[in-house]
Nanobody, 116 residues
Framework: QVQLAESGGGLVQAGESLKLSCLAS????????MAWYRQTPGKERELVAR????????EFGDFVKGRFTIRRDNTKNTVDLQLHNLTPADTAVYSC?????????WGQGTQVTVST
C-alpha cells in the first residue's frame, strides 16, 4: 500500500504564494502518476495538476492559468505544488493522489484559505 501526507496549507492573502507538499510512504516504488486535486464544500473535486512518474507535468485545471507549478522528486518521494497569485476562489482542501498498481491512493488533504 501507499500512504500520502500533505502539508503546507494555511491562510494567505490574495496575491500571495503558498507551497504544498505531498510525501509518499509505503510501497513508493509502485507509484506511477501523481496529481493534486482540490475540493470546496458543495462542489465536485477538480484536478489541479498531474505529473508523470518521470516528473513531467501533464495536465492542469483550466483555472490554473499558469499560476501553479508541480514538481516531483522521486528520491524524496515528494510532489510539490507551488501556488502563486492566489485568489479567494482558490480556497479549498487540496489533496494528493497517487496511482499505484491499479489503485488510487489519497491523502487527508490540506486546507488553503485565501482572504481578500
Amino acid at each position: 500500500q501507499v500512504q500520502l501526507a500533505e502539508s503546507g496549507g494555511g491562510l494567505v492573502q490574495a496575491g500571495e504564494s503558498l507551497k504544498l507538499s505531498c510525501l509518499a510512504s509505503g510501497k513508493t516504488w509502485t507509484i506511477g502518476g501523481m496529481a493534486w486535486y482540490r475540493q470546496t464544500p458543495g462542489k465536485e473535486r477538480e484536478l489541479v495538476a498531474r505529473i508523470t512518474r518521470g516528473g513531467v507535468p501533464r495536465e492542469f485545471g483550466d483555472f490554473v492559468k499558469g499560476r501553479f507549478t508541480i514538481r516531483r522528486d522521486n528520491t524524496k518521494n515528494t510532489v510539490d505544488l507551488q501556488l502563486h497569485n492566489l485568489t479567494p476562489a482558490d480556497t479549498a482542501v487540496y489533496s494528493c493522489d497517487a496511482q499505484a498498481q491499479g489503485f488510487d491512493y489519497w491523502g487527508q488533504g490540506t486546507q488553503v484559505t485565501v482572504s481578500t
